[in-house]
């Protein structure tokens, strides 16, 4: 079973729209880490989350991350093609003895239409 | 400032062949881990070097090696190439090895075909 579960699978939405990807947890997260990926292409660096009720925005994204850290979405304002790509949400995971393993989401496919 | 470079970028292979996929991290990152991402799914976790060591592995047969060099490059290497190895690898780099990760820099990936 997936550990980090993300919502929805895909996302078409016309140029403009609001629009909310969420990424959630049956275990508490020790860092929670958002980031986009052009198709076929490397991971870039969005948002780190660690705090039970913190919220960070950059630009047009802002993505917040519930008390209990097991939850997170990333909401994006008006969206324009360039917000195009996928959305990977990433998180620290304790394993044992204070160690943890870094996952990812299995990812948010987005559109925006022109 | 170089990001995380990864090289080839694009290669096929065989199955059955060996195949050896090279990494240099973000200048000034020390630990490097390997990622492996098939279509349409999220990266899963084969390993994480730091001091020349494999700290941490994922779960990926012993086909799956890994390499540091003393200037933190590393190199991924996977040996009797089965079909279900064709994936994008991803290379993240980090500075420090810690209990807990932080943010990774990614490379821009190697996209292997096993034919």
């Known amino acids: 079973s997936q550990e980090l579960e993300q919502s929805p699978q895909s996302l078409i939405v016309q140029e403009g729209k609001n629009l909310t990807i969420n990424c959630t947890s049956s275990?508490?997260?020790?860092?929670l880490y958002w980031y986009k990926q052009k198709y076929g292409e490397g991971l870039i660096f969005l948002m780190m989350?660690?705090?039970?009720?913190e919220e960070k925005s950059h630009e047009k994204i802002t993505a917040k991350l519930d008390e209990k850290k097991q939850q997170s979405s990333l909401h994006i304002t008006a969206s324009q093609p360039s917000h195009a790509g996928i959305y990977l949400c990433?998180?620290?995971?304790?394993?044992?003895?204070?160690?943890?393993?870094?996952?990812f989401g299995t990812g948010t496919r987005l559109k925006v239409l022109a | 400032d170089a990001g995380v470079t990864q090289s080839p970028t694009h290669l096929i292979k065989t199955r059955g062949q060996q195949v050896t996929l090279r990494c240099s991290p973000k200048?000034?990152?020390?630990?490097v881990s390997w990622y492996q991402q098939a279509l349409g799914q999220g990266p899963q976790f084969i390993f994480q070097?730091?001091?020349?060591?494999?700290?941490q592995r994922g779960n990926f047969p012993d086909r799956f090696s890994g390499h540091q060099f003393p200037n933190y490059s590393s190199e991924l290497n996977v040996n009797a190439l089965l079909l279900g190895d064709s994936a994008l690898y991803l290379c993240?780099?980090?500075?420090?090895?810690?209990?807990?990760?932080?943010?990774?820099?990614f490379g821009e990936g190697s996209r292997l075909t096993v034919l």
């Open positions: 989350l660690q705090k039970g009720g």
């Open positions: 200048s000034g990152h020390d630990t």
């Open positions: 990433g998180a620290d995971i304790p394993v044992f003895s204070g160690t943890y393993k870094y996952i």
């Open positions: 275990k508490t997260l020790y860092g």
């Open positions: 070097y730091y001091e020349e060591e494999e700290r």
């Open positions: 993240a780099s980090s500075f420090g090895f810690r209990l807990n990760t932080g943010e990774l820099f």
